[in-house]
């Protein structure tokens, strides 16, 4: 079965370090990863990408992420965090066996950016 | 329209009545999904259409639950004699190709809580 993971529940952050959130993924075939962003009381904003080509994806709100076919991973990450940050992130993997429509999403990771 | 329209954004209704859940997806896109988000949850995908057919039902909990489109556009979600594990966020989602790098675009959900 296609699945991603994300390993971190929360992720704690002063104000202007690097964050990073992390997925691993487990796909048959070519894997096609996303990252989306959900603040409060608000549905699941498009961060990123990755289909094919260069490993490093730039996205929306200076975000960034990298994918690693060995270690099977796609983490998010921004060099410099901001308290807007703060929000629920989910990676997001695209199911193509059983049925190819379908977004299969992680459970979340809680980033809190601290002033 | 601009973006995914879900109505209502917020519904109370008592146990054992059926509700609808309405979603207006981005003009032109073919493909349209249901999610659920419990509190605290992550999203766990409900039903997957491609223009009025929907492919993929795997995801609906019960037979409580169904789901249509018409006209390729507009969505209906309907939760029968609704019960209190229904409570949850729902989410609807369209994208506009039906190709698997294709990013999903997400409404601001309707919040059904059953009494």
């Known amino acids: 079965a296609q699945s991603v993971a994300q390993p971190e529940d929360q992720v704690n952050v002063a104000e202007g370090n690097p964050l990073t959130v992390k997925c691993t993924y487990s796909v048959s075939g070519n894997p096609y990863l996303f990252w989306y962003v959900q603040y409060p009381n608000r549905g699941l904003q498009f961060l990123l990408k990755y289909i094919t080509g260069d490993n490093l994806v730039k996205g929306s709100y200076g975000f960034e992420a990298e994918f690693n076919k060995s270690q099977t991973s796609f983490h998010l990450k921004k060099p410099s965090a901001l308290v807007s940050d703060s929000a629920l992130y989910f990676c997001a993997v695209r199911v193509t066996t059983d049925s190819w429509g379908k977004l299969q999403f992680g459970a979340g990771t809680q980033v809190v950016v601290t002033p | 329209g601009a973006g995914v329209s879900q109505s209502p954004s917020n519904k109370v209704t008592e146990k054992g009545k059926d509700v609808e859940l309405r979603c207006d997806p981005i003009s032109g896109h073919t493909a349209l999904y249901w999610y659920r988000q419990s509190l605290g949850q992550g999203l766990e995908f409900l039903i997957y259409?491609?223009?009025?057919?929907?492919?993929?039902k795997s995801g609906l909990p019960s037979d409580r639950f169904s789901a249509e489109r018409t006209g390729g556009s507009v969505s209906t979600l309907t939760i029968q004699r609704t019960q209190q594990e229904d409570s949850a966020v729902y989410l609807c989602a369209s994208s506009a190709r039906r190709q698997v790098g294709t990013e999903a675009f997400f409404g601001q959900g309707t919040r059904l809580t059953v009494v």
């Open positions: 259409f491609q223009g009025n057919s929907a492919p993929d």
